[in-house]
């Protein structure tokens, strides 16, 4: 079947670096998304990655391990306005169809 | 500017009403879709279409309907048969059918009472 697995929440301190987690079940995996969402708003595309190996934009790293169906984001320099859910989505190709699974998202809490 | 509009931002409804929330985009894509985000629960998909006149049903399609008349518009209904119809309903669109990134309006908090 097709699974996505975040934690439910992690705490940080500002300037401090955060690693979130990913692992997947799916069976026609196409790609990995990352999404921010701040409460009450719409989620917003932070990356993407569909090759094995990290992808870095600024302060925010993406990695995928397609063989473990394991993913991460990285935050790093954290900042009070990065606090926000951030969930992880699968795209999944079936019968030509592309849909995407979404995890239930990660709220990160940044203290002071 | 291009974007997705949704309206209202909040919609208080009577149970047993139905009631229908706007999305449009402006930036040409072929693919909409009808989330609904619960507390403590991933986005589910009710609804989505790939192109005009077509739409296929997601996994929680059931006391929903929605229409593809235009490539800019895919208006959702929420009818009576809902039994929990209160949730944060998000929109969303991309291009190629599906296989680009998605992006979001800004979503409609319903709340039935």
């Known amino acids: 079947g097709q699974n996505i697995d975040q934690p439910t929440e992690m705490t940080a301190t500002e300037g401090a670096i955060v690693q979130i987690n990913c692992t997947y079940q799916t069976s026609g995996f196409n790609g990995l998304f990352w999404y921010q969402q701040h409460a009450g708003e719409a989620p917003t595309f932070l990356s993407y990655n569909v090759l094995d190996g990290l992808e870095e934009k600024g302060r925010f790293s993406s990695f995928l391990s397609r063989s473990k169906g394991y993913s991460y984001l990285l935050l790093k320099e954290l900042q009070m306005k990065d606090s926000a859910s951030y969930l992880c989505a699968v795209r999944d190709l079936v019968d030509s169809n592309y849909q995407l699974i979404w995890g239930a998202g990660t709220k990160l809490i940044i203290k002071p | 500017d291009g974007g997705i509009t949704q309206s209202p931002k909040y919609l208080f409804r009577k149970e047993g009403q139905n009631v229908t929330l706007s999305c449009e985009q402006n930036?040409?894509?072929?693919?909409m879709y009808w989330y609904r985000q619960d507390p403590g629960q991933g986005l589910r998909l009710i609804y989505y279409s790939q192109i005009v006149n077509d739409f296929q049903k997601g996994d929680i399609a059931e006391g929903y309907s929605v229409s593809r008349e235009k490539k800019e518009s895919f208006p959702l209904t929420v009818t009576s048969a809902q039994k929990n119809p209160t949730a944060f309903y998000l929109c969303?669109?991309?291009?190629?059918?599906?296989?680009?990134?998605?992006?979001f309006g800004p979503g409609t908090r319903l709340t039935v009472l």
């Open positions: 969303a669109s991309n291009r190629d059918k599906g296989k680009n990134t998605q992006y």
């Open positions: 930036l040409n894509h072929d693919a």
